[in-house]
């Protein structure tokens, strides 16, 4: 464990593979939490159902594909402790987001825990409602000018940057996004909506010079081990260093 971990900082891994295999070696890391990425990733809903019991190690929470009640009540009712929302435009789809989140009277939530199934004993709604967690992904420049009305609804409790629609919706790249300390840059206009509203503010940083920067901007949580990138990343370094070891000699030589 790094001897300079601040407790303030939740460090997040991200799992794309659609595996409980992959979610369960991932929850075993020492990342604060992890999520299933049903948007972008490989988890359709029976992928979901087996993954969110075989990764209990953490926190599992569930990117949700779309901002569907419908697909927010699934994650929910499998076992997931919250859900990230995508593509979440302005205060309503936020508020919308919420409600499909948290049980009346706060939400509009329906009652059907799937993981009673499992033998899991159910979670009280009023219970429920207080654990889990409503984050809104912010990654469009209609987002960005409506973050504080997004940042202040109830039953937010995250607003979370995808720095790559980000980077597309402003005609920037992720790099350019991160260099941009300019008055009012779209980085600076999340956390500070956040801190105004009593909400974190999170984002996607895929690696550790993107966390590095986010968290000096104030992001408190974020995103950083991606088990496709891992994969990818410290296979190709290891074949590579593979090529360098000198061949067998052959018996004749
Ligand atoms: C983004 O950067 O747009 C994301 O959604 C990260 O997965
Ligand atoms: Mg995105």
Do not use: K
Not at 104 to 130: F, H, I, Q, V
Not at 147 to 163: Q, T
Not at 211 to 231: H, N
Request: include cysteine; glycine fraction near 8%; charge should be negative.
């Amino acid at each position: 464990m790094s001897e300079t971990r601040d407790p303030a900082l939740r460090i997040a891994a991200w799992s794309m593979l659609g595996t409980p295999a992959a979610a369960s070696l991932l929850s075993h890391i020492g990342a604060d939490l992890l999520v299933l990425d049903a948007q972008h990733g490989l988890f359709d809903d029976a992928a979901l159902i087996a993954a969110l019991p075989a990764a209990s190690a953490v926190p599992v929470h569930v990117r949700v594909a779309s901002n569907s009640a419908a697909l927010i009540g699934r994650a929910l009712d499998g076992g997931a402790a919250g859900v990230i929302v995508p593509m979440v435009q302005d205060g309503d789809e936020a508020a919308a987001a919420a409600a499909a989140t948290r049980y009346p009277p706060l939400g509009a939530r329906s009652w059907g825990p799937l993981a009673a199934y499992r033998g899991e004993p159910t979670t009280p709604p009023d219970e429920a409602n207080a654990r889990v967690s409503c984050a809104v992904m912010v990654e469009s420049a209609r987002a960005i000018a409506a973050v504080d009305a997004i940042a202040s609804v109830p039953g937010v409790d995250m607003v979370f940057v995808g720095p790559f629609d980000l980077a597309i919706a402003l005609e920037t790249t992720v790099t350019g996004l991160l260099a941009d300390h300019s008055p009012g840059n779209p980085l600076d206009a999340v956390v500070d909506a956040c801190r105004r509203a009593g909400t974190s503010a999170g984002a996607f940083a895929g690696g550790l010079d993107a966390a590095r920067a986010l968290a000096e901007r104030g992001f408190s949580m974020l995103a950083v081990a991606v088990d496709t990138q891992l994969i990818s990343a410290a296979g190709t370094a290891l074949v590579d260093a593979a090529r360098g070891i000198p061949s067998p000699r052959q018996e004749h030589e």
